[in-house]
Every structure is written in C-alpha cells, then in structure tokens.
C-alpha cells in the first residue's frame, strides 16, 4: 500500500469521516457593528475570511500607520523572489528572528524592495522610506498581502517561515502577542517600537483567514485588543456552520496543505536550502506546519 503523505491522510480521513456533518469554521469570528470591528480610537484591526471573501475592519484599517517589522513581510517577498540563495536564507532568518541588522542590510541590498511588493499585491496604504523602519502601512494592507500570498501559493516562504517565529525575537524581544492568541492561527509577523511600549502590531493568518492589528500602545493592550475584536463563543453570521461539501469549501485547507507538502519537497532538494547550514532545520519547520495544518481540521 503506497504510503500517503500527511496532508493527504488527514484530507481523506476527514473526508470519510464528516461527508454530510456540519462543519464550523476555523477562524475566529468578527463581533463586528454596523459593519465595523470595536477597537480603541488608538488601534487599527482587519479582518479576512479566505473561503467566503467576507471582510471587515475598524473605520480606521486603511490609516497609513507606522510600519515597524510588519513591513519586513514584504522586503522578505521581493529577495524571496529576486535575491541569492544566501540572501533568501538571510530573509527568512529575519522573518523568524524579526531581525532589524538583516532587515537593514537586505534594503540597503533591494532599496525597491518595499514598493514593488506594494505596487504587486496593490497595497496603496504602504510607503516606503528611505530606512525601512520609517516605512508605513495599514492593517488592511497586511491583510490583504497575507491573502493574496496564500491565494498564489500556499506553501510560499512568507508563509512557512511566519508559521515558525521564534519565541524571541533577535533583540530578545517575545513574539507571543496580539492576533497570534487568536483561535486558528497558524503563522504570525510581529512589530514592536525600539522602546517596546510606544507601538505594537501583529498580522496573521490561518488556513481559513487573516487577521492583523496595531496599536499606540504596548503587547498586552495590543492583545487584549484584538480578543475583543472577535467572539469568544458559538459562531454567529456571518461566519454560520458551512455543510460539509459546499463549494469551495475545502479548497483553502487542501491548497495550503498542498502547499506545505510542496514546500516540504522543496526543502530536501531546493538550491535555496541545500546551499545553507538550515537545510534540516527547514525540513523540520515545514514538517511542524504541516502537524499545525492538521490541528485546524474539524476534531472528530
């Protein structure tokens, strides 16, 4: 019998296992009024949700906010798609690390960096500056990046490495705040002030939306925030229990597990990988968010 691989397992064992049972989303559940999401007058909060397109955010998501490492989403972007295997190794370590010498060094590599990968997924609240650190964008931006990423392919690098940040950052600040506490989230960019207390952002996704939020304020108020964005309790419209087999229903959690797997390959064989010393280190990352994937499935 031919061995099936993770993502295939859990696919056709959730397959035979719920056909007709109602199935309830993943992601979390806006507590939106009137259209809008709650939020301080300090913070800024969009909202995705990939299957159904459903979005929403507070009256201020498309301000043109202080960028802080949320922007190093889209420098990594433009050297994962142009830049030497040691560059792409180097942007991933700055993904996961939230590196600021990395992030220094790769624009003053890729200067364009930020504004092409603006102008390419049509990010119209994102400016560039001459330091990266200076760099504006807005939730809604975010959110629409990490959409667009997982739409073009699911097991890109932005993905995969935002799913593996590390429990400090390279300045030894914790990455564990914000949307990351969210119920579903599976890989989260983290943004912070250099006095850690002035600004806070986070964006992230999960296999069935996105989410990203900031703050003039410090991780705990950015957190506390974005909890009472969404529900805590049973799933109200417009997020319902969608019927198991629904159009498109599924499509999202196959093509990012898909991606993964892809990805997974990729990482044994890949001149990217194989030219750093984090060759295994990747395999064991993508393997670890491929278990994620498989814990945003429906429990038996």
Do not use: C
């Not at 202080?66 to 433009?78: C, E, N, Q, R, T």
Request: glycine share 8%.
């Amino acid at each position: 019998m031919a061995r099936l691989g993770l993502p295939s397992l859990v696919l056709v064992t959730t397959f035979s296992l719920f056909a007709g049972a109602p199935v309830a989303a993943a992601s979390p559940v806006p507590r939106a009024e009137h259209g809008v999401l709650p939020a301080p007058a300090n913070a800024q909060i969009s909202f995705h949700h990939t299957p159904t397109g459903y979005q929403v955010g507070t009256a201020n998501q498309h301000e043109s906010r202080p960028g802080l490492s949320i922007v190093k989403m889209y420098i990594a972007d433009f050297v994962f798609r142009v830049g030497s295997p040691e560059d792409v190794a180097a942007a991933a370590t700055m993904l996961r690390n939230s590196d600021d010498r990395i992030a220094t060094d790769l624009y003053r590599k890729y200067p364009a960096s930020i504004t092409d990968t603006a102008s390419r997924y049509g990010l119209t609240d994102t400016k560039s500056a001459p330091h990266w650190g200076n760099s504006t964008t807005s939730t809604y931006d975010s959110v629409k990046f990490l959409e667009a990423k997982k739409r073009e392919n699911p097991g890109d690098l932005v993905l995969i490495n935002l799913a593996q940040a590390s429990p400090r950052a390279a300045d030894g600040y914790r990455q564990d705040f914000g949307t990351a506490h969210l119920p579903g989230v599976i890989g989260t960019k983290f943004g912070w002030s250099d006095d850690h207390r002035s600004y806070h952002a986070t964006a992230s996704y999960g296999v069935d939306f996105s989410v990203a939020a900031q703050i003039n304020g410090t991780a705990d108020q950015l957190t506390e925030t974005a909890h009472g964005a969404f529900e805590t309790g049973a799933a109200p419209s417009p997020l319902p229990l969608v019927p198991f087999g629904a159009d498109g229903m599924w499509e999202p959690i196959h093509g990012l597990a898909q991606g993964f797997d892809d990805a997974l390959q990729q990482a044994g064989s890949s001149e990217v990988f194989s030219a750093t010393d984090a060759a295994e280190g990747a395999r064991r990352d993508v393997e670890s968010g491929l278990l994620q994937l498989s814990s945003m499935l429906p429990p038996q």
